[in-house]
């Protein structure tokens, strides 16, 4: 089940707000708790009972890890936590990629030995939960928190339906306060403002998301059904450029469009969830598009693997460059069991590198227009990466983009596409001096008033029924992130 469904917008949702808002309050976590067990239960029912048993596991784990005397214990009970979730991740999500590289080096050494693996399904959202337990595990050790003493508490903060399928990825201290306690968000106007931002980040997905998607999906499809980079190299560059740039707009509001969904639902039942995005593609460097994008990975990459590897506290510049490199390629690899999204880690960690080196220095001398169309040069190339699964096909794609083509398939926009387009452009490019980050600001973080209020609601209804209107003619459209 998915937010942007016709059946979970007008039936699932209503249905359960309604049930939320009825409940004594000492009972509505409780009800959250059932309704995320059987939201995720419903699109994956084989997988409820991995999640309910890990986390189950790692409550008790971590209760005896605090309890436990001596530092070596607590490190061994740490170890034994996080090594269950990393095992259970990498079961899933890397064992096949890992087999099936290894067949293929025994075929170049003319090896007959192939190891056979099933294809797995792994859990929905396992990439993301297993972050959070590490955080809670790892934060409890080192003293930033007590361990919960209720279970029912932990699970609500693990399996918190809005945030379960694609984040943001939440540290536990972050909302210990409103698992026990949301009186003080308990009103008329977080509601109204949890309902605004989800119907926003609805919009965004559903209006401008799905049509750019169309857009990528139909060129990139040329290449996908193709034998090698045929059909990348049979693009014209213009329709390269297009489904580079369909992409590049397709993957920011779908994913910005869930988070903004995810933190309207948590505001609605009483929570505050961090932000994940702030306008990621005026960004200056490498370095900046990393500060606004994905920001909940960012720091959590930043707090549970750069400083532990000695963050920018390394003696040699070359450790530290290694270690960006590594965060980041580890960083895509977290995105998906592919050597694509390795390239595209490598990529930006390579960037961040060569701008600690001189590129920061050298960028600082021409204008911050220039420095954010550079950046967003940079970030376009790494998209075909993450978009194209095969390495060959997305260097022969990129290839296309220049100029290394026969030119034979073009693709003509239409005018609402064009449209749509613009309208990309402009909300998440265009919008140089962050007038759209400060209007988000000024209207959904804070106490708004009653005349703001007479304005913001019907907008907001018109763009939940235009996009319901969407839904219902174009059909569902899965968002990018819950397949990793």
């Known amino acids: ?58 409550f008790f784990l971590v209760r005896t890890m605090d309890a436990a005397e001596g530092k070596k214990k607590r490190r061994l009970l740490l170890l034994l936590s996080v090594s269950v979730n990393l095992g259970l991740l990498f079961y899933f999500k890397y064992c096949g990629f890992f087999v099936e590289n290894f067949n293929d080096l025994v075929k170049v050494f003319g090896g007959e030995t192939q190891i056979n693996w099933p294809k797995l399904i792994f859990p929905i959202g396992i990439s993301f939960y297993t972050f959070e337990t590490i955080t809670y595990v790892v934060d409890v050790y080192r003293r930033v928190h007590k361990p919960l003493t209720k279970f029912t508490d932990y699970l609500l903060y693990i399996i918190c339906f809005p945030k379960l399928i694609a984040g943001p990825i939440i540290r536990y201290h972050e909302i210990s306060d409103q698992i026990s306690n949301r009186d003080k968000n308990d009103t008329v106007d977080m509601k109204l403002s949890g309902f605004y931002i ?90 900046d598009f990393w500060r606004r994008w994905h920001i909940t990975l960012g720091n959590w990459m930043k707090n549970y693997l750069y400083i532990p590897l000695g963050g920018n506290r390394v003696s040699k510049k070359s450790r530290l460059y290694f270690n960006l490199c590594l965060v980041f390629v580890l960083s895509g690899f977290w995105h998906g069991a592919s050597w694509n999204f390795i390239l595209w880690g490598l990529w930006h960690g390579l960037f961040l590198v060569l701008e600690r080196i001189f590129l920061l220095r050298l960028t600082a001398r021409i204008g911050r227009m220039p420095r954010i169309l550079f950046t967003f040069f940079i970030v376009v190339l790494g998209w075909v990466m993450f978009r194209v699964e095969n390495v060959n096909k997305a260097i022969q794609y990129i290839g296309a983009m220049f100029g290394v083509n026969n030119s034979k398939i073009g693709y003509p926009l239409s005018k609402q596409q064009i449209i749509i387009g613009i309208a990309a452009l402009i909300f998440s490019w265009f919008c140089i001096p962050g007038k759209l980050e400060k209007f988000q600001d000024y209207f959904f973080n804070r106490e708004l008033k009653l005349r703001e209020h007479y304005w913001l609601a019907p907008v907001c209804v018109l763009l939940f029924m235009v996009s319901l209107a969407a839904l219902s003619g174009s059909g569902f459209n899965s968002f990018i992130y819950f397949r990793f």
């Open 1 to 58: 089940m998915v937010f942007s469904s016709s059946f979970f917008l007008t039936l699932i949702l209503p249905v359960f707000i309604v049930l939320y808002l009825l409940a004594d309050k000492k009972y509505r976590n409780y009800l959250l708790l059932v309704f995320s067990c059987f939201f995720y239960a419903w699109g994956a029912p084989q997988f409820i009972f991995v999640i309910l048993g890990t986390t189950l596991l790692d």
């Open 198 to 287: 989800f119907c926003t980040g609805l919009a965004k997905k559903v209006l401008i998301a799905d049509t750019m998607g169309a857009i990528s999906n139909a060129i990139y499809g040329h290449m996908e059904t193709g034998e090698g980079a045929v059909y990348a190299l049979d693009l014209t560059t213009s329709a390269a450029w297009i489904a580079a740039m369909a992409y590049t707009f397709q993957i920011y509001f779908d994913f910005s469009g869930y988070s903004n969904m995810a933190i309207g639902l948590a505001k609605i039942f009483g929570f505050v969830f961090p932000e994940n995005f702030n306008s990621p593609y005026i960004a200056e460097s490498i370095t």
